[in-house]
C-alpha cells in the first residue's frame, strides 16, 4: 500500500519552530517531487514549499520564504519541513504530496497524507 505519514505537528508559541517529517511507505520516495501544503479552517489548501526528485531545487511561498526550509533524507525515504518564526497565520493542517510535477500547485498532486496539526498560539 502506497501511503504517506506527516508526523511533528504541535501547538507551539509565536517565534517558536517546529519540524514537520512525511515517510513513505510502499514505494520508494525519491521518485517523485515532494510539495508541502497547509490548509486553515474556510480556506483553500495552498502549496507551502516543493523539493525536486534529487533535492537539487526547491521553491517556497512568499509567506513563508526565509522561515521555512524543505530538505529530503532519500535514505530515510523522508521529506522534511523545518519551519522558524511561527506566526499565528501558520495555523493550518499540513500535508505533503508525492506528485510528477515540482510545483505549489496542489492539483498537480496524486498521493496524501493524512496531514498533521500545526497551531501556533500563545
Known amino acids: 500500500q502506497l501511503q504517506l505519514v506527516e508526523s511533528g505537528g504541535g501547538l507551539v508559541q509565536p517565534g517558536g519552530s517546529l519540524r514537520l517529517s512525511c515517510a513513505a511507505s510502499?514505494?520508494?520516495?525519491?521518485?517523485?517531487?515532494i510539495g508541502w501544503f497547509r490548509q486553515a479552517p474556510g480556506k483553500e489548501r495552498e502549496g507551502v514549499s516543493y523539493?525536486?526528485?534529487?533535492?537539487?531545487?526547491?521553491n517556497y511561498a512568499d509567506s513563508v520564504k526565509a522561515r521555512f526550509t524543505i530538505s529530503r533524507d532519500n535514505a530515510k525515504n523522508t521529506v522534511y519541513l523545518q519551519m522558524n518564526s511561527l506566526k499565528p497565520e501558520d495555523t493550518a493542517v499540513y500535508y505533503c504530496?508525492?506528485?510528477?510535477?515540482?510545483?505549489?500547485?496542489?492539483?498537480?498532486?496524486?498521493?496524501w497524507g493524512q496531514g498533521t496539526q500545526v497551531t501556533v498560539s500563545s
Open positions: 510502499g514505494f520508494t520516495l525519491d521518485l517523485y517531487p
Open positions: 504530496a508525492a506528485g510528477f510535477s515540482a510545483t505549489l500547485d496542489p492539483y498537480k498532486y496524486d498521493l
Open positions: 523539493i525536486t526528485r534529487s533535492g537539487d531545487s526547491t
